[in-house]
């Protein structure tokens, strides 16, 4: 019985398992898998089968040939694929559905029924073959070879009577033939020694050989052995370990890099104290005589407020701050410097500058305009020429202060006095700015310091790791790793060619290899073996000559063969007994003679055989006690899902069957209703296949098999399947889609239920 099955690649099913016992119901809606599951047991139980037909074609294109399904348990063994489908598997909802097309259940039931008893038609069809004239029955073929004998004995009796001819001719043969042998013999002899000479010069050769090759091997190994002394003592260098020289260097390079741009700041920020310093000598003297102007412009203030304000009693007229106008023209001043100190790099300082001035006098103005001054205050020319002749006495253009009113005079009094607080703080930035500067000129100074001492350490550090690699500089590092390399190099590719030579000559050294060979080389130069350059060419030379020695030789020895053979065949004709030849002649004449009997004796048989296959054929259509059997043992299944039917069955074909309907008359079961057949049908089925299978374990496997039966009998259907798995032993498996056949069996403890999602 199978216990189970696992499909490992079936199909959709991909490493599932599913449990059988001995009567499983398989349910599942379409496309569930349950036609892969019934062609996975039917492989299963049919495992030992021949793979041939259309049914293992069907299941190579549906499910390829990387198939795998394990069943395990004691699996029934079926030796007929064919056979299994058409006897112990119901398909498809029809109970009496052909397995193959050309195939019936009847004629498979028939043949398994037949298999151990009396079958006349197996002995009819032993006969017929025995009549068949087909070159492929055994008899045809004995007759065909007793035609050929005739054919050839008949020949052979012609060849002989021909030979009396042929015996006259042999003699003036047999004499060439000795003569072409002795010729043949002669040259043999000139050839055997041409070769043994070209084979002693070979042998010269072969030693000359011998004699580069032990003084290749004894170079290579003494170069290994001094190849090894050189890589211990530069062991040390390599390519890999430079990287931290190479650090060292670069960091050197770096320092050596950030002193350069060290200087060259150091030497623009002196510029640039230089440029302050000289600017300074300027600012001090235009700040000088800015205050010169500024207290002779304050000088004049009381006065012009004296003729811009007569009798002015309302209280003083509003105007900006008087520090606002000095902040203006600070920023102006300080703008004008900044301007000062970029034109150093370039014109676009001096522009700038002169902005900075344009804009401060122009917010001055704006600020401080006349226009701001009531009219009613404005004095006349006259008024303002004591200010005028005074300002000229201080030592000053008139035109610094000329204005067309005294409003005017009076801002340019204003201005002229603002000036000096611009060139205070000009003065006071160009300070700063200097001081700036040397203090960034000691930091550079410091950091180029730093980086020397950098660069020193480094230099020592690089200089003590050349002292211990104990080179003189990167070049000599570098040439000694390179060495190394090259002769890790060497040595790793004469390693296998000297591991080789120890095993060869088993040393158990390079040294006892290198006198092993030194003292062979010494044996071939005592035995008077010379090193020749050109021996390659000489000895190919000579092993082409041996071998075309030889082959001319094999060739010479195939001919003298072949003509002592054809000596020895013209000796025996020669010299055979001339009156023999009746006596061999009157042989094959009996020997043919004896073969057209045995010929006329086969014609005779085959046509009893022909007689007697007839005769059989009779007998195998009487065959009612046989169905007999059959009606009853199909009768006793039928009766638990028919009761009161009464089976007949004339022969085992559909149109023989009748059963008595519920009249009780006797109808042919193709005018039963569908009910009824497919009741027959599964009891015959049963039996057949019981009957087929005989004492072996069965297996039974249904697809729907009663779609057409009402309730009551669908249920003594089951009931019949029960009845005959409990007697049989026999594991059946039902497939189904219908919930209502699942029902019916659920809570049911025979039954083991397999469920496909």
């Not at 068949?132 to 065909?144: E, G, I, M, Y």
């Not at 001054?373 to 300002?391: E, F, R």
């Amino acid at each position: 019985m199978i216990k189970k099955i696992s499909l490992d690649n079936y199909g959709k099913f991909r490493n599932e398992r599913f449990d059988f016992g001995a009567f499983t119901m398989v349910y599942g809606p379409n496309e569930a898998g349950k036609t892969t599951l019934f062609d996975a047991l039917f492989e299963a139980a049919c495992a030992a089968a021949p793979k041939r037909g259309q049914v293992w074609a069907r299941l190579a294109s549906r499910y390829g040939e990387d198939r795998k399904a394990r069943a395990s348990g004691a699996v029934p063994a079926f030796g007929d694929a064919v056979e299994f489908l058409e006897l112990f598997a119901i398909r498809a909802g029809q109970i009496s559905v052909d397995a193959e097309k050309g195939g019936s259940w009847a004629e498979a039931a028939k043949n398994s029924l037949y298999r151990h008893g009396y079958n006349p038609a197996e002995i009819a069809g032993k006969l017929e073959k025995r009549a068949s004239v087909s070159n492929a029955t055994r008899h045809q073929k004995n007759l065909n070879r007793l035609n050929s004998d005739l054919a050839e004995t008949r020949e052979k009796a012609a060849l002989l009577r021909s030979q009396e001819t042929a015996i006259a001719a042999a003699k003036t043969g047999l004499a060439a033939s000795e003569a072409d042998i002795a010729a043949l013999e002669n040259k043999k002899s000139v050839l055997a020694a041409e070769l043994a000479a070209a084979g002693g010069r070979l042998d010269d050769y072969k030693k000359i050989r011998a004699l580069h090759q032990g003084l290749r091997d004894r170079d290579l190994v003494a170069g290994a052995i001094q190849a090894e002394k050189k890589l211990a003592e530069v062991s040390g260098c390599n390519a890999e370990a430079l990287k931290e020289y190479d650090l060292l260097a670069d960091k050197i390079a770096a320092a050596e890099r950030g002193v350069a741009e060290i200087s060259g700041t150091i030497n623009a920020t002196l510029d640039t104290i230089g440029k302050l310093d000289g600017e300074k000598a300027s600012l001090l003297e235009s700040q000088r005589v800015a205050r010169r102007i500024a207290d002779a412009a304050q000088r004049l203030l009381p006065e012009l407020e004296k003729i811009t304000r007569p009798g002015q009693a309302a209280g003083p007229e509003p105007r900006p701050p008087a520090g606002l106008r000095y902040g203006i023209w600070g920023f102006g001043a300080a703008g004008a410097a900044l301007g000062l100190y970029m034109a150093k790099n370039g014109p676009l300082g001096y522009v700038l500058a002169a902005f900075f001035a344009a804009a401060a006098v122009a917010l001055d103005r704006y600020l401080f305009r006349a226009a701001d001054l009531p009219a009613g205050l404005a004095a006349g020319p006259a008024s303002l020429a004591a200010v005028y002749d005074q300002w000229v006495n201080l030592g000053f253009a008139r035109v610094d202060i000329e204005r067309d009113t005294p409003a005017g005079v009076m801002e340019a009094a204003l201005n002229l006095k603002a000036m000096a607080r611009s060139w205070d703080i000009a003065v006071e930035n160009n300070r700063k700015d200097g001081l700036a500067a040397r203090a960034a000129l000691k930091e550079l100074n410091d950091k180029s310091i730093t980086l020397a001492e950098d660069k020193d350490a480094c230099a020592a550090a690089a200089r003590k790791w050349l002292a211990g690699a104990g080179c003189p500089d990167r070049d000599g590092y570098l040439s000694r790793a390179n060495l190394r390399q090259s002769l890790a190099g060497e040595t790793a590719r004469n390693s296998a060619r000297i591991k080789e030579l120890l095993e060869l000559e088993k040393c158990s050294g390079p040294a006892s290899l290198i006198t092993l060979l030194d003292s062979r080389v010494k044996e071939l130069e005592g035995a008077g073996v010379r090193v020749r350059p050109d021996y390659e060419r000489d000895m190919a030379t000579q092993e082409n000559r041996v071998i075309a020695l030889s082959a001319e030789r094999a060739e010479l020895e195939e001919e003298l063969g072949r003509r002592k053979i054809e000596r020895e065949n013209l000796s025996v004709t020669f010299n055979k007994d001339l009156a023999r030849v009746p006596e061999t002649l009157n042989a094959l004449c009996r020997r043919e003679y004896d073969l057209e009997q045995e010929i006329a004796a086969d014609a005779l048989a085959r046509s009893g055989a022909e007689l007697a296959a007839g005769v059989y054929r009779e007998i195998e259509a009487d065959s009612s006690r046989k169905f007999e059997g059959l009606a009853r043992e199909v009768g006793i299944l039928l009766a638990r899902v028919l009761p009161l039917s009464d089976l007949h069955i004339g022969s085992l074909s559909l149109e023989s069957v009748a059963l008595k309907d519920a009249g009780g008359a006797m109808r042919a079961l193709d005018d039963l209703s569908s009910g009824t057949r497919d009741c027959f049908m599964l009891a015959a089925r049963l039996t057949l296949a019981a009957a087929a299978r005989g004492a072996e374990p069965g297996l039974m496997l249904l697809d729907d098999p009663f779609p057409a039966l009402d309730a009551p009998r669908r249920a003594a259907a089951l009931t019949m399947l029960r009845h005959f798995q409990r007697e049989t032993g026999w594991q059946l498996i039902i497939f189904t889609k219908d919930k209502t056949l699942l029902a019916e069996v659920e809570g049911d403890p025979q039954v083991t239920i397999c469920q496909l999602v």
